[in-house]
């Protein structure tokens, strides 16, 4: 058995819909186990129902790779609190945007008119420290991970099939094994 070693082909960024992708689900998770925990602190509901809508998808994956640019634009200019600061204001803006609009269809899920402190119902300033620390997290965790994240080919993908009767490819951990 002979075993070789081949250059490996360098790893390709991912895609803009595959990270879009990422921060609709993370977007999409994180609401319904904020909307969850909301209903367990508020009315002591151990069932935990968290809630959202399908619209969340591409709000929230929408919203986060824009911050995901401001990130890119903004990180050797500011400190992260400032840039959380913008992130902040922008998801504000995002929200109510989305909401408004699709308020003119009936079908904005979400409506914030019983907090004291709301605009028209779209948003409300009573969430400022959640978008403030979850932008935080976003920026911290989710940007940075997704960013650094790659699609590469070979039998490590899980998929491709080897060369040529080979056990394994070069791009496998211990080199390619050619069956005699």
């Given at each position: ?6 250059p ?10 595959s ?6 689900i993370?977007g ?10 909301w209903?367990?602190v ?25 911050v ?5 634009r ?18 504000y ?5 989305t ?35 979850a ?6 965790l ?10 590469h ?16 490819t ?11």
């Amino acid at each position: 058995m002979e075993v070789t070693t081949e250059p490996r082909e360098a790893p390709v960024r991912l895609t803009v819909l595959s990270r879009w992708y990422l921060y609709a689900i993370h977007g999409y998770f994180c609401e319904v186990m904020f909307t969850a925990a909301w209903e367990f602190v508020v009315n002591c509901n151990w069932k935990f129902p968290g809630v959202t809508s399908v619209w969340a998808l591409f709000i929230y994956g929408t919203c986060i790779l824009t911050v995901e640019q401001m990130y890119l634009r903004l990180r050797g200019r500011c400190r992260v609190l400032p840039r959380c600061v913008i992130y902040t204001a922008w998801t504000y803006l995002w929200e109510f945007g989305t909401g408004l609009l699709l308020r003119q269809f009936n079908a904005c899920p979400w409506d914030y008119s019983g907090f004291r402190y709301n605009f028209m119902g779209l948003v409300t300033a009573e969430y400022a420290v959640p978008w403030f620390c979850a932008s935080f997290i976003v920026e911290r965790l989710v940007i940075r991970k997704t960013l650094r994240l790659r699609f590469h080919g070979g039998a490590e993908d899980g998929w491709s099939k080897g060369r040529s009767g080979a056990v394994g490819t070069a791009g496998d951990a211990n080199g390619c094994l050619k069956e005699e």
